[in-house]
């Protein structure tokens, strides 16, 4: 028997209803003593990307660049702190923007940082 290669088992799951995709599933599992949720886990962590990325990020800080006047005003706008509290967060570089937030969101700060002479690290 010649040995399937990824993209044949694709095409075949292509013609498979769910029903029939979850008994696949559950045989693999059986067959192998394995569950499926741990094995995706684990991918991961194996050095294997994750498809879809991560769903929570957080905004790093890295430091403030040649100006520090223009990131501070950038901070305080995004975080909605005060002016002293904002200064404080530059001054502790690196250091958390906001953490636990959409990569969308996370783009646009990184974006309005970076515009203000930020540089800036999404985790």
């Known amino acids: 028997m010649a040995k399937l290669v990824k993209e044949d088992v694709i095409a075949g799951l292509k ?15 059986d067959e192998f003593g394995v569950k499926a949720a741990a094995a995706v886990a684990a991918a991961p962590a194996a050095g294997g990307a ?23 005003k950038a901070i305080q706008a995004i975080t909605g702190k ?8 530059v001054d502790a570089a690196p250091t958390p923007i906001k953490e636990k937030i959409s990569p969308a969101e996370a783009e646009e700060i990184k974006k309005q ?7 800036v690290e999404v985790k």
Do not use: Q, R, W, Y
Request: glycine fraction near 8%; hydrophobic fraction near 55%.
């Open 15 to 29: 013609e498979m209803n769910m029903v029939e995709i979850m008994d696949l599933v559950k045989a693999i599992e």
């Open 82 to 89: 005060g002016l002293m509290d904002a200064k404080k967060i």
């Open 50 to 72: 994750a498809a879809e990325g991560p769903s929570e990020v957080s905004v790093i800080l890295k430091s403030f660049g040649a100006s520090k006047v223009p990131v501070i």
């Open 113 to 119: 940082l970076v515009a203000a002479g930020a540089e």
